[in-house]
């Protein structure tokens, strides 16, 4: 594929050369993630003072505005929208076809000279055939052309995320939707909004007023950070943001660790935790506080239209000392006969995934949560611990759905040069962005013919050592384009070199972001 593909652009370039258009800009097929089959043919389609998009089903129009929005944005085109009842040949059109039979999220693309037309079954697919034109569009002596192609696309995974931790550091909502907007053109499509841990609670909870009024000052470098949240209507406009360009986005509210900011909010709940933990657990043995997290995902699951609510549930024993003397706790252990401290918090979740299964949602864990007793139709794995590759197959054996994101090569906050001096290592390992695009390879024998429950992959930054936007822009990219292609692109189909001769064709998009990328 690699020689077929470098022949075709060769080929490509002296067909461009050769046209009697006067077209002679050579141009590459740089599309980023790689689709899955272009077909290159000569000549290109030129925009004019106007380009007017054609479409029949009403419900395509936002995501229609959305690109509408980023022709003018990156390249100071004008397209319109028209809906129109009949496919009408009018002149410097792009047609949108909804058909039916295609995979979700996939697409057909076809420039010809004089129309384009975008075919898919729904609205994903069609937003994803334009997002790949646009990858095509280059502007030269001030007109803006595409190459004429036949593209047609899929994804591999159905789940390609990014996972962002607002809780350690706050970033606000201009900074979230700067980042859907790349997430979208690299065709990510689902958000894990970390949104509340040790450091502060970042989500305005109307039953709770002291969660943001107390918990939602400080930062993981600045005890007296102020207040730094989101209100609700925040919420609602990034969700519909998001979902105009097909991203769910999948709240976590991290318990029953992780929960320091909820604990000075709320002491009455708290579980306590000692020295540098103090005060990390929600209490699991109070009926209080499963009122108060069941009044708290009511409000959530308004919220977030997604199916799915990520309650963390990791690294309890850090800070569960207190469950060890807890006179209640000890008590509710032995009266239901659940032997230990490890049995008190498997209860704490598995009494949790109801709550969020009466609300009619799947629960999403880290991967604590595979032996806690919860079933596969209710939850969803998140594998995280890379050092123990075991847990992804046994996840897998008990059934369960998963999604891969191992530190190692998924967590952006470890360092991606050896001489990078802050963010995490795993002994001498980091997540430079040849490891990050080789992934899933490593994991794939374990995976074997249970592929079906691979929901996908994601990447995760968290931003105990990321405090300001500069920063994170900086361990977020490039990396982040290298998952959206591990995501998308079957691995027969990939290959570094030429990866990251489109990684710097994407770098004028990320310029234009004002986006400081690890160059
Ligand atoms: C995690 O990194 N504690 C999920």
Same mark, same amino acid.
């Given at each position: 594929y690699y020689i077929m593909n470098k022949l075709l652009k060769v080929l490509y370039t002296i067909t461009s050369l050769l046209a009697v258009y006067g077209y002679t800009h050579a141009q590459q097929i740089n599309i980023l993630p790689q689709p899955q089959e272009i077909k290159i043919s000569s000549g290109s389609f030129t925009f004019g003072k106007t380009t007017t998009i054609?479409?029949?089903?009403?419900?395509?129009?936002?995501?229609?505005?959305?690109?509408?929005?980023?022709?003018?944005?990156?390249?100071?085109?004008?397209?319109?929208?028209?809906?129109?009842?009949m496919i009408k040949e009018g002149g410097n059109s792009i047609h949108i076809q909804l058909v039916e039979g295609m995979d979700n *999220?996939?697409?057909?693309? /076809?420039?010809?000279?004089?129309k384009i037309i975008c075919k898919a079954s729904g609205k994903a697919g069609i937003f994803y055939g334009l997002q790949s034109l646009l990858q095509l569009i280059s502007i030269?002596?001030?007109? @803006?052309?595409?190459?004429?192609?036949?593209?047609?696309?899929?994804?591999?995974?159905?789940? =390609? +995320?990014?996972?962002?931790?607002?809780?350690?550091?706050?970033?606000?909502? *201009?900074?979230?939707?700067?980042?859907?907007?790349?997430?979208?053109?690299?065709?990510?499509?689902?958000?894990?909004?970390?949104?509340?841990? /040790?450091?502060?609670?970042?989500?305005?909870?109307?039953?709770?007023?002291?969660?943001?009024?107390?918990?939602?000052?400080?930062?993981?470098?600045?005890?007296?950070?102020?207040?730094?949240?989101?209100? $609700? *209507?925040?919420i609602k406009e990034v969700v519909a943001y998001a979902a105009e360009r097909n991203i769910m986005v999948i709240p976590e509210i991290d318990m029953p660790g992780h929960a320091t900011a909820i604990s000075r909010?709320?002491?009455e709940?708290?579980?306590?935790?000692?020295?540098?933990?103090?005060?990390?657990?929600?209490?699991?043995?109070?009926?209080?506080?499963?009122?108060?997290?069941?009044?708290?995902?009511?409000?959530? @699951?308004?919220?977030?239209?997604?199916?799915?609510?990520?309650?963390?549930?990791?690294e309890v024993h850090f800070g569960n000392q207190s469950w060890f003397t807890d006179p209640l706790i000890q008590d509710f252990i032995k009266k239901n006969y659940l032997i230990d401290e490890i049995g008190m918090e498997h209860y704490f979740v598995r009494r949790v995934c109801e709550i969020i299964n009466?609300?009619?949602?799947?629960?999403?864990?880290?991967?604590?949560?595979?032996?806690? +007793?919860?079933?596969?139709?209710k939850a969803v794995v998140m594998w995280w611990r890379h050092d123990k590759p075991e847990l992804l197959? $046994?996840?897998?054996q008990k059934g369960f759905d998963v999604i891969m994101t191992p530190r190692i090569p998924c967590y952006f906050d470890f360092v991606q040069d050896d001489s990078h001096k802050i963010g995490r290592r795993w002994g001498k390992a980091f997540n430079e962005l040849h490891t990050v695009y080789a992934f899933p390879s490593g994991v794939e024998e374990r995976i074997g013919k249970r592929d079906k429950q691979i929901l996908g992959m994601?990447?995760?930054?968290?931003?105990?050592?990321?405090?300001?936007?500069? =920063?994170?822009?900086?361990?977020?990219?490039? =990396?982040?384009?290298?998952?959206?292609?591990?995501a998308w692109t079957p691995k027969e189909l990939k290959n570094y070199n030429d990866f990251e001769s489109r990684v710097k064709v994407f770098m004028n998009y990320l310029n234009k972001l004002g986006i400081k990328f690890f160059n």
């Open positions: 054609r479409y029949f089903d009403s419900s395509l129009l936002p995501s229609i505005n959305v690109i509408i929005g980023e022709a003018k944005k990156r390249y100071g085109l004008n397209f319109t929208a028209h809906q129109s009842y *999220e996939a697409y057909s693309l /076809e420039i010809l000279p004089h030269d002596n001030k007109k @803006a052309a595409a190459p004429c192609v036949v593209i047609n696309d899929k994804p591999l995974y159905p789940w =390609r +995320g990014y996972m962002l931790d607002i809780s350690r550091h706050f970033f606000g909502k *201009e900074t979230v939707k700067q980042y859907l907007d790349v997430m979208a053109s690299l065709k990510l499509n689902r958000f894990h909004w970390h949104l509340t841990d /040790e450091q502060a609670w970042r989500i305005e909870i109307k039953k709770y007023p002291k969660l943001t009024e107390i918990g939602s000052s400080g930062s993981w470098s600045d005890v007296d950070a102020p207040h730094a949240f989101y209100t $609700q *209507e925040d909010s709320y002491p709940i708290s579980g306590g935790g000692e020295g540098r933990w103090k005060g990390f657990t929600y209490h699991p043995a109070k009926e209080l506080t499963y009122e108060f997290i069941e009044n708290v995902f009511t409000e959530i @699951a308004e919220l977030f239209p997604a199916p799915y609510i990520h309650i963390g549930a990791d009466s609300k009619g949602k799947k629960m999403i864990g880290w991967d604590e949560i595979i032996n806690t +007793g919860v079933t596969p139709k197959t $046994q996840s897998l994601q990447a995760n930054v968290w931003t105990e050592r990321i405090a300001d936007k500069g =920063r994170l822009d900086f361990m977020t990219f490039p =990396r982040l384009l290298a998952i959206a292609e591990d």
